[in-house]
């Protein structure tokens, strides 16, 4: 009785922190995904992002992350914007990074609600996780029940689509699990004839290695010349396949200030992002996602992009 009410108590929570979904899954080791996880290394599918090549133990088990870890609490939380200004603009970067950078919003929610299960359950020994360290997140958001993983390998909700972040508390408290949904793709495969690239050349599968957002974020070198005029004009990310998912139809609005575009940031014309200066890259992305790939990454993508403009 006692785990049911402790669940409740840290949805109830989850929710009133602004998260969309909160589920729960029995922390152990992922023995569907270890497999898959070796074999898309082992083809090479990360590209440069020789990461995913370490701490593979702890990806699969997260009890080699937090001693004596009984519960993975998955948590999602909205970014679809208001307004979709890549709809208007010359050149485009991905949704999430329009405003504030979501490891800070997103991990300063996960540290209030970690604060509140100690002072309302008790001492509980725990770590969180925002995309920052070796946590399979799609994965445990499958099993705590928050969706099904699409064929571009992102989670989709049924009721609000895939524009939206994935978090986790690692906690030793025995909570009340969650189960797998059901995949709702059927036979469409809009994300994989979208991309222009062929990263989804199979279903479920990406290979990151030909993402638009892994040249445009990840690589740190030179953009091979074979992807000339297949970006589409986006110079940070892609949403590509997001876009063309009917499931986002359901996607709403997030109310988070903090992710509200720079007003500026939407009036950026092909000509101010090729003459961007370091000052202007300061003033609109100071606490941007964008930061990542510093002024000089961005500057080569946007060379990339306009030089071999298909």
Do not use: C, V, Y
């Given at each position: 009785m006692k785990k049911e009410l402790h669940t409740q108590l840290i949805k109830y929570e989850a929710l009133a922190l602004g998260f969309q979904y909160c589920g729960v899954s029995k922390a152990e080791f992922l023995e569907e995904?270890?497999?898959?996880?070796?074999?898309?290394?082992?083809?090479?599918?990360?590209?440069r992002m020789s990461y995913m090549e370490n701490h593979f133990d702890k990806r699969l088990d997260p009890r080699l992350l937090v001693d004596g870890a009984k519960s993975v609490i998955t948590l999602l939380y909205n970014y679809y914007p208001e307004e979709d200004?890549?709809?208007s603009a010359e050149l485009k970067i991905s949704k999430y990074a329009y405003g504030e950078d979501y490891h800070y919003v997103v991990k300063d929610k996960l540290k209030a609600l970690m604060q509140m299960i100690n002072e309302k359950i008790g001492a509980v020994n725990g770590r969180a996780f925002v995309d920052s360290a070796p946590v399979?997140?799609?994965?445990?958001?499958?099993?705590?029940?928050?969706?099904?993983?699409g064929k571009h390998s992102l989670l989709i909700n049924k009721n609000s689509g895939s524009f939206f972040f994935l978090a986790e508390l690692?906690?030793?408290l025995e909570l009340a699990y969650d189960g797998p949904v059901k995949d709702y793709c059927g036979t469409c495969t809009r994300c994989m004839d979208a991309c222009p690239t062929?990263?989804?050349?199979?279903p479920y599968i990406v290979d990151g290695s030909k993402c638009i957002s892994y040249f445009t974020i990840e690589l740190k070198e030179a953009i091979p010349a074979d992807m000339r005029g297949k970006f589409e004009d986006w110079i940070f990310g892609c949403d590509i396949c997001q876009d063309v998912c009917p499931?986002?139809?359901?996607?709403?609005s997030n109310q988070e200030q903090a992710f509200q575009p720079h007003p500026d940031l939407q009036q950026m014309s092909r000509s101010d992002w090729e003459e961007i200066t370091e000052d202007v890259f300061k003033k609109l992305f100071r606490k941007s996602a964008l930061h990542r790939t510093k002024l000089k990454g961005l500057k080569r993508n946007i060379d990339f992009v306009s030089k071999f403009k298909a």
């Open positions: 995904e270890a497999p898959k996880l070796e074999q898309w290394l082992q083809q090479g599918k990360h590209g200004i890549t709809t399979m997140e799609r994965a445990w958001a499958k099993k705590g029940g928050a969706g099904w993983i690692i906690i030793d062929d990263a989804i050349a199979e499931w986002n139809r359901f996607s709403k």
